[in-house]
């Protein structure tokens, strides 16, 4: 058996098209807004706000990971996997799965970089808040109850 790369019978604009209108999309865009949003506001309550580095939020979160999602799950869905379309029972399903997989976990480990950022942010945002300053914290110097007894 010799495994060929067998080129699918769609065209890649339906393709694309089909990633652009997916749920992802719209879900990664409205994520990287909430964390642009968050990120001013926290630059403003730590009063380091800076005009150009608002500009360079599209250079450094939507062109690396829109454009990286749309190239890597195109590469899934149009390519297929070399000799998976061989195998006697399931071949293209195992194909399917892959892409499947390849796209969420892509998808998720987008979802997960821009989710802590935007929880940096919050938790900038509200860092010396009577709220987060009433939390108390343990301090390794303070003796413990049974020392001060002891005493």
């Known amino acids: 058996m010799n495994p060929t790369l067998v080129a699918p ?17 719209p879900t990664l865009l409205g994520l990287m807004i909430i964390d642009w949003l ?4 926290a630059g403003l309550r730590k009063g380091q706000i800076q005009l150009p580095a608002l500009a360079d939020f599209y250079l ?3 062109i690396p990971y829109l454009g990286g999602y749309i190239i890597f799950a195109t590469a899934l869905r149009y390519l297929p996997l070399t000799g998976l379309e061989q195998f006697p029972v399931g071949g ?7 892409e499947s997989l390849g796209t969420n976990l892509g998808f998720g480990v987008i979802v997960v970089a821009v989710g802590t950022s935007i929880f940096r942010n919050t938790s900038e945002i509200y ?8 939390i108390p914290t343990v301090d390794e110097d303070e003796p413990d109850d049974e020392e001060v007894a002891n005493t």
């Open 60 to 62: 450094t979160n939507i």
């Open 9 to 25: 019978n769609y065209d890649i604009g339906q393709v694309i098209l089909g990633i652009l209108i997916s749920y992802q999309i």
């Open 38 to 41: 968050t990120g001013i506001l």
């Open 92 to 98: 293209t399903d195992l194909a399917r799965l892959f």
């Open 127 to 134: 860092t010396g808040s009577p709220l987060w300053r009433d």
